[in-house]
């Protein structure tokens, strides 16, 4: 069996787990949780383990509507808290039925044209809003400041994936932001072992962040972490500082972005403080391991002290 890793194409893969029959591996080099390189050829020329038909969205579509009045409207409200350009034009990635359209609609009545959704396989019953897509993200006539992609990816195999990333090139305006929300590997270790479902929800892709920027890099993206987030990442196109600098942009967003998000000020207050929380979570933990590995080092001192 060939072990390179297909998102990195360098890393080599070891054995992960057996889920619902089918092998998931891990690489070695980004850390990215991949099913069988033989399903991902078989679902590049069309065949997937999970059928994307109305017997999925009729399950789909319940966790969609509780994510779009809910961690959906959030991601969006700290997608638009990080931007470092002033959002005309937002765009969900992958919209489904566009229930998060549609929330943000009715949260941000006084912008009737800003949010968009676009949605390649939409269900049979879809929203009516005017901004809704259906079709691949670059053939949009409109240039994006940034957005959402709630729950996709891991659906994606690294060329569909890629498939992605040339579009939405096509689509970003420069320093555009894109915030994506997806159980990547350490979350898929650490909190939700079950996040890998081929023949339920079709997930048969858990990203890691070197195995990201190997596939959005070539495309003008920067991909950052999401501090304190490891479902998350952030892609930026063609961004003109070196690094993102997460706590000054949630504390002092741009003005336009406030006074957008301050119009449902609960949006607000909900993205800055899961931005705050999960940034100075991070920070606890960092500094925890630091104190604590500075004891052990004492410890050991003392213990070596005593011997003498």
């Not at 690489?27 to 383990?49: E, F, H, N, R």
């Not at 969609?64 to 034009?89: D, H």
């Not at 566009?98 to 009737?112: C, H, N, R, S, T």
Request: net charge negative; aromatic share 12%; hydrophobic share 40%.
């Amino acid at each position: 069996m060939d072990m390179t890793c297909p998102v990195c194409v360098a890393g080599d893969s070891e054995f992960h787990a057996r889920i619902d029959g089918y092998d998931y591996l891990r690489c070695c080099g980004c850390d990215s949780l991949y099913i069988d390189k033989a399903v991902l050829d078989q679902m590049d020329a069309g065949l997937s383990p999970r059928l994307y038909d109305q017997a999925y969205w009729a399950d789909e579509l319940v966790s969609s509507r509780e994510r779009a009045t809910g961690v959906g409207l959030v991601r969006a409200g700290e997608a638009i808290l990080y931007a470092t350009r002033p959002i005309r034009f937002f765009l969900d990635i992958g919209a489904g039925a566009g229930y998060l359209l549609d929330e943000l609609a009715k949260q941000f009545p006084q912008a009737p044209e800003l949010f968009h959704g676009v949605e390649l396989f939409p269900p049979e019953v879809h929203t009516a809003h005017p901004n809704y897509h259906v079709g691949q993200i670059g053939d949009l006539k409109q240039m994006f400041d940034g957005g959402v992609c709630v729950e996709v990816v891991e659906h994606l195999t690294p060329r569909m994936l890629d498939g992605l990333a040339t579009g939405l090139a096509k689509v970003s305006a420069p320093g555009s932001l894109w915030l994506f929300n997806t159980g990547m590997p350490d979350y898929v270790l650490t909190q939700d072992p079950g996040y890998l479902d081929p023949l339920h929800r079709g997930h048969v892709v858990s990203y890691g962040l070197l195995g990201l920027k190997h596939i959005f890099a070539p495309h003008g993206f920067r991909i950052s972490a999401v501090p304190g987030k490891n479902y998350a990442f952030v892609a930026e196109f063609c961004p003109k500082d070196e690094a993102v600098d997460f706590e000054q942009r949630f504390s002092h967003p741009l003005i336009e972005n406030k006074r957008l998000l301050e119009q449902s000020g609960l949006i607000y207050l909900a993205a800055f403080e899961s931005a705050r929380s999960s940034f100075y979570h991070e920070q606890y933990l960092l500094r925890t391991h630091w104190a604590l590995s500075i004891q052990k080092e004492l410890d050991a001192f003392r213990a070596a002290m005593l011997m003498k």
